[in-house]
């Protein structure tokens, strides 16, 4: 069975700071990796989505690569905003049509 | 509709009762997936649905859970006989389709007293 495993499980940085969220996976054989994050008591909201066929994928201020033979991805955040303090989750989409979840790294930048 | 919603948000109930929880997928999406958040934990598959084949159930913890899509849109989520452990946010998908980008509803918690 797939596993997932997200590291550090919480982080903790001062505005303006760049940061690198981790994911790694056991099992290679994916569609693709999907980034999320999700506000407290919320639902989780799409950040990037990585094909399996792809290297990486950028929006804005974050971007997400993904080496999948050695069952890694990781999230970069640029300039860090108060803003960004939440949880990240990072979703491995299983040939089979499953998705698992890492259990996600909380995310507090400081103003 | 704008995103995926889910009715109720929040549902309080008495242990052995039974629940139906429901989900309103973005329009045009044949995917939906359910799924459960504990507290303190990572999100846990429960079923998948993709347009009219045959639902995956593989994650369905018990024979107490169940779910419908209903003209391939509207999902319903059933546990019968509810336990305490099964507290926890409720949570529904859609997409495109399976490769495609997941859009998350706010979720239903539940707590089983």
């Known amino acids: 069975k797939q596993e997932v495993t997200q590291i550090p499980a919480a982080l903790s940085v001062p505005e303006g700071e760049n940061l690198v969220l981790n994911c790694?996976?056991?099992?290679?054989?994916?569609?693709?990796?999907?980034w999320?994050?999700?506000?407290?008591?919320?639902?989780?909201?799409?950040l990037?989505?990585?094909?399996?066929?792809?290297?990486?994928?950028?929006?804005?201020?974050?971007?997400a690569s993904l080496d999948k033979s050695s069952g890694r991805s990781t999230l970069y955040i640029a300039a860090s905003q108060p803003g960004d303090s939440a949880t990240y989750l990072c979703a491995?989409?299983?040939?089979?049509?499953?998705?698992?979840?890492?259990?996600?790294?909380?995310?507090?930048?400081?103003? | 509709g704008a995103g995926v919603s889910q009715s109720p948000s929040n549902k309080v109930t008495e242990k052995g009762k039974d629940v139906e929880l429901r989900c309103d997928p973005i329009s045009g999406h044949t995917a939906l997936y359910w799924y459960r958040?504990?507290?303190?934990?990572?999100?846990?598959?429960?079923?998948?649905?993709?347009?009219?084949?045959?639902?995956?159930?593989?994650g369905l913890p018990s024979d107490r859970f169940s779910a419908e899509r209903t003209g391939g849109s509207v999902s319903t989520l059933t546990i019968q006989r509810t336990q305490q452990e099964d507290s926890a946010v409720y949570l529904c998908a859609s997409s495109l389709s399976?490769?495609?980008?997941?859009?998350f509803g706010p979720g239903t918690r539940l707590l089983v007293l």
């Open chain 1, 92 to 111: 491995v989409n299983q040939l089979g049509n499953q998705f698992y979840f890492g259990t996600g790294t909380s995310l507090t930048v400081i103003p």
């Open chain 2, 98 to 103: 399976h490769t495609q980008t997941q859009y």
């Open chain 2, 37 to 58: 958040q504990s507290l303190g934990q990572g999100l846990e598959f429960l079923i998948y649905f993709q347009g009219n084949s045959a639902p995956d159930k593989s």
């Open chain 1, 36 to 46: 999320f994050r999700q506000d407290p008591g919320k639902g989780l909201t799409s």
């Open chain 1, 48 to 63: 990037l989505l990585i094909q399996s066929s792809q290297r990486e994928q950028t929006s804005g201020r974050l971007n």
């Open chain 1, 24 to 34: 790694s996976f056991t099992d290679s054989a994916i569609y693709n990796l999907q």
